[in-house]
């Protein structure tokens, strides 16, 4: 390892944010809905909302809007503010298609390395190193 480099958790990665769009187009995939809400369903996904970036939340979705993934409207009546609520289009439902395919094909490359790993090491299930404390 050189010097620049340290372990421990990625600072900041560009696959996460990969990942944070195909939990976002399928989250609109199940039902439309707007930044807060789809802010709040993330959750189920690993990212807690007090942690998620309203900012980079909103960037997404409007860089998913851009290329025609997503579209988007402003939702009527109700009351309080008017909000923006966003539904995938069909090149959104094929994208996300080929993402869930490249994720299955690295769930199986990843459980491969943590078995070969736990049977070399026995410690699967352990925190990772810069977690511990």
């Known amino acids: 390892m050189s010097e620049k480099q340290t372990l421990g958790p990625p600072r900041e990665c560009a696959h996460m944010e990969r990942f944070l769009e195909t939990c976002l187009l399928l989250l ?4 439309p809905g707007h930044g807060y809400g789809l802010m709040n369903r993330l959750e189920g996904f690993g990212f807690p909302a007090d942690s998620l970036n309203v900012g980079t939340l909103y ?4 860089r998913l ?7 988007s409207d402003w939702e009527e009546g109700g009351q ?10 069909s090149e959104g439902r094929e994208a996300l298609a080929v993402w869930i395919e490249v994720i299955r094909g690295n769930k199986q490359r990843i459980e491969a390395l943590l078995a070969r790993y736990a049977a070399l090491h026995g410690k699967e299930g352990e925190k990772p190193i810069w977690s511990r404390g």
Request: glycine share 4%; no cysteine.
């Open 28 to 31: 609109v995939d199940e039902e």
């Open 59 to 62: 960037r997404t979705l409007r």
């Open 65 to 71: 809007e851009e290329e025609k993934l997503v579209s």
């Open 80 to 89: 309080g503010p008017k909000r923006r609520v966003y539904t995938i289009t």
